[in-house]
């Protein structure tokens, strides 16, 4: 259902006189809400007619910052929380002083309630946040209120709705006698295109049947991650106390896991806590059975055992495009964590701008209230959406510009033996890589991209190393430049903390890096997988960023409190200290496209964390 628009000039939203049928509409005048078609899906896909007038769908319509007149517009005011120096400096907001600068009245929202609800379309109990809320109809009534069409598609053989035309909302409703514009006041709309494509970043090493034999875990500990890293000793106190991390997941787990896995370790928890919040209707008792469940358990297990003393609330969601970005609005809204870690995302390729922006809004939100946000950045080297696109690529949240993007090392062995030592990253020292049928040979700590394993392509029973391309291509550390937020997008909302270390013009992904190839990777613990029983839970040759970024939260988690207190956006602080003692800069090996090499690189960003190094070396910037 298409709304006809006499557009004057470039306005942001054009408006003219319009003859509809909708009852009571009270308004004569409609604004174009951009970015909301799935543009690049729907060239891939091939529509199938119409979709059932009555089918129920959920969306997920988000709110534009308002400026306030005792703060600076909120992409200011996030950089000058985290300038030293500056009087907002570590001056975060509370959730409610938040919702009073920047979101909008009460009022407004109402009028945007009133105008949908004559369409049948009403909001879900439970489900209203700060910047944006749900709401409920059947596509009919979603057709006429927002003015478009909304038909059946078909995608690499999965069936899903979508809209191939912009939303529209009046500018100019009456409610209550005042005029509103509903249009400038919807940032965007998510849930028009049913289409998810969320995935967990874990790979895990070919042929993993003689791993699985085995009782035990095998893979890195915790105790030799924080070695390899040189993180705080628990002797020093720095444990991660007084602070809670935020675990974003759209897949429940057996918590019981995670507490098995730290006692088997040796990890001390003491009084720290672990709770779980269940998101748009998501039960936490429901059954995380398959790899979903994993993630869930090895993001707690690995964030709890690299900061023991910190708290863990883990927020669930179903796998839907209202559920992923209601999973970030929940945490800022609650106002709870202070550290959030995702271990899922999708290529850019799948999302239309105004849902890259609505999530990336729940990270500007975050990042006002003191939260540090973070994002696995992908396996799939430099080709995030492959198969489907066979372009350079990055996944998004990673790409996002007010998160930090952690990619993944390869971390060798300085044996053969299950739980031996890491090698130190950056050291000369030769290190072992176990593979079918023998060993790798490594110096030092490398990109992680799977390349390095094509010579050895008779270990894995492969005939010749052109099949085996084929079955590890384009595994490796995610990494490269976003196409969705470049210098274009504005508001230098591409992430301007990194423009010193890289001048693109674009978002580079990622910041950081740790450890994350499977062949130098881990075990997870997960009575409730297709990989394992309830009685036999340990499942090896784990790897894949989805390890980097909860341990990359613990970190941060340690340095919070070493610091004093949250740090924001640690973006800033980590680029302010590019090339410090405080990271093992990456100089070898690459993810099928780029290399790594010294500085900031889109392989491996900064490099991996020297955590102790580090820590002073942010407070020592922060003072001077």
Request: hydrophobic share 35%; charged share 10%; no cysteine.
């Given at each position: 259902?298409?709304?006809?628009?006499?557009?004057?000039?470039?306005?942001?939203?054009?408006?003219?006189?319009?003859?509809?049928?909708?009852?009571?509409?009270?308004?004569?005048?409609?604004?174009?809400?951009?970015?909301?078609?799935?543009?690049?899906?729907?060239?891939?896909?091939?529509?199938?007619?119409?979709?059932?007038?009555?089918?129920?769908?959920?969306?997920?319509?988000?709110?534009?910052?308002?400026?306030?007149?005792?703060?600076?517009?909120?992409?200011?005011?996030?950089?000058?929380?985290?300038?030293?120096?500056?009087?907002?400096?570590?001056?975060?907001?509370?959730?409610?002083?938040?919702?009073?600068?920047?979101?909008?009245?009460?009022?407004?929202?109402?009028?945007?309630?009133?105008?949908?609800?004559?369409?049948?379309?009403?909001?879900?109990?439970?489900?209203?946040?700060?910047?944006?809320?749900?709401?409920?109809?059947?596509?009919?009534?979603?057709?006429?209120?927002?003015?478009?069409?909304?038909?059946?598609?078909?995608?690499?053989?999965?069936?899903?709705?979508?809209?191939?035309?912009?939303?529209?909302?009046?500018?100019?409703?009456?409610?209550?006698?005042?005029?509103?514009?509903?249009?400038?006041?919807?940032?965007?709309?998510?849930?028009?295109?049913?289409?998810?494509?969320?995935?967990?970043?874990?790979?895990?090493?070919?042929?993993?049947?003689?791993?699985?034999?085995?009782?035990?875990?095998?893979?890195?500990?915790?105790?030799?991650?924080?070695?390899?890293?040189?993180?705080?000793?628990?002797?020093?106190?720095?444990?991660?106390?007084?602070?809670?991390?935020?675990?974003?997941?759209?897949?429940?787990?057996?918590?019981?896991?995670?507490?098995?896995?730290?006692?088997?370790?040796?990890?001390?928890?003491?009084?720290?806590?672990?709770?779980?919040?269940?998101?748009?209707?998501?039960?936490?008792?429901?059954?995380?059975?398959?790899?979903?469940?994993?993630?869930?358990?090895?993001?707690?297990?690995?964030?709890?055992?690299?900061?023991?003393?910190?708290?863990?609330?883990?927020?669930?969601?179903?796998?839907?495009?209202?559920?992923?970005?209601?999973?970030?609005?929940?945490?800022?809204?609650?106002?709870?964590?202070?550290?959030?870690?995702?271990?899922?995302?999708?290529?850019?390729?799948?999302?239309?701008?105004?849902?890259?922006?609505?999530?990336?809004?729940?990270?500007?939100?975050?990042?006002?209230?003191?939260?540090?946000?973070?994002?696995?950045?992908?396996?799939?080297?430099?080709?995030?959406?492959?198969?489907?696109?066979?372009?350079?690529?990055?996944?998004?949240?990673?790409?996002?510009?007010?998160?930090?993007?952690?990619?993944?090392?390869?971390?060798?062995?300085?044996?053969?033996?299950?739980?031996?030592?890491?090698?130190?990253?950056?050291?000369?020292?030769?290190?072992?890589?176990?593979?079918?049928?023998?060993?790798?040979?490594?110096?030092?700590?490398?990109?992680?991209?799977?390349?390095?394993?094509?010579?050895?392509?008779?270990?894995?029973?492969?005939?010749?190393?052109?099949?085996?391309?084929?079955?590890?291509?384009?595994?490796?550390?995610?990494?490269?430049?976003?196409?969705?937020?470049?210098?274009?997008?504005?508001?230098?909302?591409?992430?301007?903390?990194?423009?010193?270390?890289?001048?693109?013009?674009?978002?580079?992904?990622?910041?950081?890096?740790l450890n994350a190839d499977p062949f130098t990777g881990y075990a997870i613990y997960d009575t409730?997988?297709?990989?394992?029983?309830?009685?036999?839970?340990?499942?090896?040759?784990?790897?894949?960023?989805?390890?980097?970024?909860?341990?990359?939260?613990?970190?941060?988690?340690?340095?919070?409190?070493?610091?004093?207190?949250?740090?924001?956006?640690?973006?800033?602080?980590?680029?302010?200290?590019?090339?410090?003692?405080?990271?093992?800069?990456?100089?070898?090996?690459?993810?099928?496209?780029?290399?790594?090499?010294?500085?900031?690189?889109?392989?491996?960003?900064?490099?991996?964390?020297?955590?102790?190094?580090?820590?002073?070396?942010?407070?020592?910037?922060?003072?001077?």
């Amino acid at each position: 259902m298409k709304r006809a628009f006499l557009w004057a000039g470039a306005a942001a939203f054009a408006a003219v006189p319009l003859v509809m049928s909708a009852p009571q509409a009270l308004a004569s005048q409609y604004g174009q809400l951009h970015g909301n078609v799935a543009k690049a899906l729907l060239r891939g896909s091939k529509s199938n007619g119409p979709a059932s007038p009555s089918a129920q769908v959920t969306l997920f319509l988000g709110f534009n910052f308002q400026t306030p007149s005792n703060l600076p517009a909120l992409p200011t005011f996030i950089q000058d929380s985290v300038t030293p120096g500056n009087p907002y400096f570590h001056q975060f907001l509370s959730e409610n002083q938040f919702a009073q600068a920047y979101a909008p009245s009460s009022t407004q929202v109402n009028a945007l309630l009133n105008y949908l609800a004559q369409y049948q379309i009403q909001p879900q109990p439970g489900n209203a946040y700060t910047m944006g809320l749900n709401v409920t109809g059947a596509v009919s009534n979603i057709e006429k209120a927002f003015g478009v069409s909304i038909n059946n598609y078909l995608s690499n053989g999965r069936s899903f709705i979508a809209n191939d035309e912009n939303p529209s909302l009046p500018t100019d409703y009456t409610y209550h006698g005042q005029s509103y514009n509903l249009a400038s006041l919807v940032s965007g709309v998510a849930g028009m295109t049913t289409y998810s494509h969320f995935t967990t970043h874990t790979q895990q090493q070919q042929n993993v049947s003689n791993l699985n034999t085995q009782n035990g875990p095998v893979g890195y500990s915790p105790q030799q991650m924080a070695k390899a890293y040189n993180a705080f000793p628990t002797s020093s106190g720095i444990t991660g106390k007084g602070v809670t991390i935020g675990i974003a997941t759209l897949a429940p787990f057996v918590p019981s896991d995670a507490q098995f896995f730290w006692n088997y370790y040796h990890i001390n928890r003491g009084q720290a806590t672990l709770s779980e919040v269940g998101v748009d209707g998501q039960s936490t008792s429901a059954s995380g059975y398959g790899v979903g469940g994993s993630e869930t358990s090895l993001d707690v297990e690995r964030s709890g055992a690299m900061a023991p003393s910190s708290n863990i609330v883990v927020y669930e969601a179903p796998n839907t495009n209202p559920g992923f970005i209601d999973l970030f609005q929940a945490a800022a809204t609650a106002d709870k964590v202070q550290v959030m870690s995702t271990s899922w995302g999708e290529a850019e390729f799948y999302q239309p701008f105004s849902y890259s922006y609505m999530m990336n809004q729940a990270y500007m939100q975050g990042a006002a209230e003191g939260m540090s946000m973070m994002a696995a950045s992908g396996d799939s080297g430099a080709y995030d959406g492959w198969p489907a696109v066979r372009s350079l690529a990055v996944d998004s949240p990673a790409s996002s510009p007010d998160i930090l993007a952690v990619g993944g090392t390869t971390l060798p062995m300085v044996s053969t033996t299950p739980n031996a030592n890491p090698i130190a990253p950056g050291s000369s020292q030769t290190g072992y890589i176990p593979i079918p049928n023998g060993t790798i040979s490594m110096t030092g700590e490398q990109a992680w991209g799977w390349q390095y394993l094509l010579p050895y392509y008779q270990n894995f029973g492969m005939q010749n190393e052109a099949k085996w391309k084929r079955l590890i291509y384009p595994v490796g550390s995610t990494g490269g430049y976003s196409n969705t937020w470049t210098s274009t997008t504005g508001n230098n909302l591409y992430g301007w903390w990194q423009q010193s270390a890289q001048n693109s013009g674009a978002r580079g992904v990622p910041d950081v890096a740790l450890n994350a190839d499977p062949f130098t990777g881990y075990a997870i613990y997960d009575t409730n997988s297709v990989y394992t029983s309830p009685t036999a839970g340990w499942t090896n040759g784990w790897g894949g960023t989805s390890f980097a970024a909860p341990q990359w939260a613990g970190i941060t988690a340690l340095m919070d409190q070493y610091l004093g207190g949250p740090q924001g956006l640690i973006n800033a602080a980590l680029y302010a200290n590019e090339g410090g003692t405080g990271f093992n800069q990456i100089t070898q090996g690459n993810n099928w496209y780029y290399s790594a090499a010294p500085g900031w690189n889109p392989v491996t960003g900064l490099g991996t964390p020297n955590v102790q190094a580090l820590a002073q070396d942010i407070a020592h910037w922060e003072t001077h």
